[in-house]
Nanobody, 126 residues
C-alpha cells in the first residue's frame, strides 16, 4: 500500500522558515514527478510547486516564487519544500502529491495527481 507522509509543519512568525518533508513508502517514486499543494477551509486546493522526475526542472506558483524551493532525494523516496520569508497568507494545510504514471513534465492541476499525503498544517502569525 502506497503511503505519503508529510512532516515539518507548525506555527511560525511572519518572515520565518519551515521545511516540509514528504516520505513515500510502498512504491518507488524516483521516476515520477512530485507536487506540493495547499488548501485553506472553504477554498479549492491550490498548486504551490512541482518538480520533474529528474529534478532538473521546478515550477512554482507566482505567490511563492523566490521564497519556496522544492527538491527531491530519490534515494530516500522523499520530496521537500523549503519555505522562507513566510507570510500570513501562506497559512494552509500543505499536501504532497505524486502521479501514477511517468511524464517528462509536471501538472499544476490537482486532479492529475493520484497519490496524496494526509496534509500538514502550516500557520504563519503576523
Amino acid at each position: 500500500q502506497v503511503q505519503l507522509v508529510e512532516s515539518g509543519g507548525g506555527l511560525v512568525q511572519a518572515g520565518g522558515s519551515l521545511r516540509l518533508s514528504c516520505a513515500a513508502s510502498g512504491r518507488t517514486f524516483s521516476n515520477y514527478a512530485w507536487g506540493w499543494f495547499r488548501q485553506v477551509p472553504g477554498k479549492e486546493r491550490e498548486f504551490v510547486a512541482a518538480i520533474t522526475w529528474s529534478g532538473g526542472t521546478t515550477y512554482y506558483a507566482d505567490s511563492v516564487k523566490g521564497r519556496f524551493t522544492i527538491s527531491r532525494d530519490n534515494a530516500k523516496n522523499t520530496v521537500y519544500l523549503q519555505m522562507n520569508s513566510l507570510k500570513p497568507e501562506d497559512t494552509a494545510v500543505y499536501y504532497c502529491a505524486a502521479p501514477d504514471r511517468w511524464s517528462n513534465t509536471v501538472s499544476t492541476r490537482p486532479y492529475e495527481y493520484h497519490y496524496w499525503g494526509q496534509g500538514t498544517q502550516v500557520t504563519v502569525s503576523s
